[in-house]
């Protein structure tokens, strides 16, 4: 009952892959707006703001809707992908990259986005005094001084990855060793009727995985607030 | 020698506007202490210097350089101007160690103040490993004074370094600051809301009032 199948096993790594990937992707653009939301005033800033919000309140089928849409392969960047470089997103892996990371977005944003506006702006006015540029004052000042939203904000991501089930199938598809994440497999068993017992597999080892990403994240928050007392 | 004459004219409350005009030179080891009361415009004055504030008109020199002239538009970033700025609240980066603090702003190749002789002068040796955290109130500030001094700058501003201090911390501190004076040699403008602590430091002092400012007597 509790022993993993290959199949199995493939669906977690899958998982774990496109979670990370998922991550990887984020971090810049996340990093980015976040500091474009938190310290710059223009024209416009509310509707961004709002921009950004709206994965998390928009049905994630529609979003996937909107990715089909957009980067399908009749989309209308997807067209120019596949026909310039043969690049396929949809019932690809990296389909599945893309539409959790459109879902996490959000997620990443707020929470990096509440740590740089704890960071006192008069250290980076301090740096710059001292000879820092507005880029080297980011990244040996404010960033370091927010790396907990960071590290907050890549396991919300993660986790937010791991569960993403209805922007996923609708964009990547569900595709058995494509883009058959852990979500979008427990669906398909508890759809057959021999599949009871390897769903409750599934969502036992999806909790232990999220549990686990959690306690991960604490840790390593601790050691990191502790290093910089 | 290290020259100011700038006016800052900038809209308050209401329908008032802040008007400060500063006009004063300043040569290597000389000290210049400002005294006015709180909101008198000591720290616009010293932010301005320091390129954090753009002054309405006017123009800052450092020897030949000129770090600001309005009627050019010439306007240098802080990060480009040799300004060491010590803050009232001292300002350390708290992630870093004091070394990494005292270290960041140091230019690279040759210097002229190092690292031993701040660290010798302001006595400041065994802090080295330390956390801002775990520093005393004096500590910080001997430690954000060697932190300016190592930016290797042209003039050394001083915005109150001793205001978050008590009496006896102050008493300790002071005598760290005259001893930087002394031995860097460093055009120095040391402002404060406390008189006897400027005549203390300071080899001429001016008051600031109304944006004007006049001889101390």
């Known amino acids: 009952m509790w022993s993993l199948s290959p199949a199995e096993i493939d669906i977690v790594l899958l998982s774990l892959k496109v979670a990370a990937c998922c991550v990887l992707v984020l971090l810049l653009p996340a990093i ?6 938190a310290r710059k005033h223009f024209w416009g800033h509310a509707l961004l703001d709002a921009l950004v919000h709206l994965p998390m309140v928009l049905p994630p089928v529609v979003l996937g809707y909107m990715l089909l849409v957009l980067l399908g392969r009749r989309g209308w960047i997807g067209s120019w992908l596949y026909e310039q470089f043969h690049i396929q997103l949809t019932f690809h892996w990296w389909g599945a990259v893309i ?3 459109v879902m996490a977005f959000p997620l990443m944003v707020r929470a990096i986005r509440q740590a740089l506006m704890q960071v006192n702006p008069l250290l980076e006015q301090a740096a710059q005094t001292l000879g820092a540029t507005p880029i080297k004052t980011f990244f040996s000042i404010t960033l370091p001084l927010s790396y907990h939203g960071v590290l907050t904000g890549g396991i919300l991501a993660f986790s937010r990855s791991l569960g993403e089930f209805g922007a996923t199938i609708t964009f990547a598809g569900n595709l058995e060793g494509e883009t058959r994440t852990l979500p979008l497999a427990i669906y398909s068993l508890t759809q057959s009727p021999e599949g009871d017992a390897a769903a409750l597999r599934l969502v036992m080892l999806s909790v232990l995985v999220s549990v686990f990403a959690l306690l991960a994240s604490q840790w390593l928050e601790h050691r990191l607030l502790r290093s910089q007392r | 020698m290290f020259t100011v004459d ?33 909101g008198s415009g000591k720290t616009t004055l010293l932010h301005s210097i320091a390129g954090l504030l753009m002054p309405s008109s006017g ?12 009627k050019q538009a010439i306007q240098l970033p802080p990060w480009q101007r040799r300004v060491g700025l010590v803050f009232q609240d001292g300002r350390l980066f708290p992630h870093m160690s004091v070394e990494q603090n005292l270290r960041y702003g140091m230019p690279t190749g040759m210097a002229r103040i190092v690292l031993p002789e701040v660290v010798d002068v302001l006595a400041i040796q065994s802090l080295l490993k330390r956390k801002p955290s775990q ?30 201090l008590d009496d006896r911390l102050k008493q300790q501190v002071l005598p760290y600051i005259k001893q930087v004076i002394a031995t860097f040699g460093l055009p120095t403008l040391y402002v404060s809301h406390v008189g006897d602590e400027v005549a203390e430091v300071a080899d001429e002092v001016l008051t600031l009032a109304q944006g004007v400012l006049r001889q101390a007597k």
Not at chain 1, 32 to 37: K, Q, S
Not at chain 2, 61 to 68: L, P, Q
Not at chain 2, 145 to 162: N, Y
Request: proline share 5%; hydrophobic share 45%.
């Open chain 1, 99 to 101: 539409a959790s990371a």
């Open chain 2, 135 to 164: 520093l005393s109130g004096g500590e910080k500030q001997r430690v954000a004074i060697g932190r300016a001094l190592l930016r290797q700058p042209s003039v050394l501003l001083m915005d109150e370094p001793l205001s978050g």
């Open chain 2, 6 to 38: 700038i006016r800052i004219q900038q809209p308050y409350a209401a329908s008032t506007t802040f008007d400060l005009q500063a006009s004063f030179a300043l040569a290597p080891g000389q000290c210049l202490g400002i005294m006015g009361a709180s």
């Open chain 1, 32 to 37: 980015g707006m976040a500091w474009l939301l």
């Open chain 2, 59 to 70: 123009v800052i020199r450092s020897g030949d350089h000129v770090w600001f002239d309005h």
